[in-house]
């Protein structure tokens, strides 16, 4: 069994702390993971070398249920088909990477088909279910570890980014690294328009926040 090299810790905006133990193998992260609960607030990460643990704050989970009723409500009213995954924790032997999206989301009909069938039979296993097609990631502290390469790994076509203050939408190129796009391919917005309405709209009140969401969404149909 390999054993850790080195650990680090850092504290960050928004209540998160990370801590990074680099030098461990595959068979130790996926040991820590099998071990965490479901309702853990812990988040684990591999990117082949170093394993990062998170810790998620108040805000981070504020972020994190905005941006997925975001993708959803607008999803919903221009008509496109998704499926929700929420946090589920993609741990893949195969390229042995691993980590846990703040959202995820099929849209691409053939993924959609295969992960409701496992939903049909109430697998847990997630060797079952296809990678997602978007990514959400909030990160109101820099990432100890190479979540990109953990993302590109994964083959996860697009990733959206919040830091607190900025939205990127990033697509997942040809030559197997990500970079920024103007807009989603998944969804008709763009990357300042998702942040108007995770920042700029009033979402303290998310009643009136997802009428004025839906209203702005319908109007987006194509």
């Known amino acids: 069994m390999a054993t850790a090299t080195r650990t680090e810790a850092s504290a960050g905006a ?10 461990v193998s ?4 996926a040991r820590f993971v099998d071990g965490l609960p479901e309702w853990s607030k812990v988040r684990a990460a591999y990117d082949g070398e170093d394993m990062e643990i998170m810790v998620k704050g108040p805000l981070h989970e504020d972020f994190r249920a905005l941006l997925g009723r975001f993708v959803e409500e607008v999803a919903t009213e221009t008509g496109a088909a998704f499926l929700g995954l929420g946090e589920t924790t993609w741990k893949r032997r195969d390229v042995e990477r691993g980590l846990e999206s703040g959202q995820c989301y099929y849209f691409e009909a ?10 049909r039979r109430r697998d847990n296993d997630v060797a079952a279910y296809p990678n997602p097609d978007l990514a959400v990631e909030i990160d109101l502290s820099p990432s100890l570890v190479d979540r990109p390469a953990i993302y590109a790994a994964l083959r ?5 980014r919040f830091d607190g203050s900025i939205v990127r939408i990033e697509r997942l190129t040809d030559a197997g690294s990500y970079e920024a796009a103007p807009r989603s ?12 309405w995770v920042t700029a ?3 303290q009140g998310r009643g009136p926040w997802l009428r004025r969401l839906r209203a702005w969404a319908t109007e987006r149909r194509a």
């Open 185 to 196: 391919g998944w969804l008709p917005v763009a990357a300042g328009e998702i942040l108007a």
């Open 201 to 203: 709209e009033d979402a």
């Open 26 to 29: 595959w068979e130790f992260y």
């Open 110 to 119: 053939a993924k959609i088909a295969v992960a409701s069938e496992a939903l």
């Open 156 to 160: 996860v076509p697009e990733v959206w």
């Open 14 to 23: 928004g209540g998160e702390t990370r801590i990074r133990t680099a030098g």
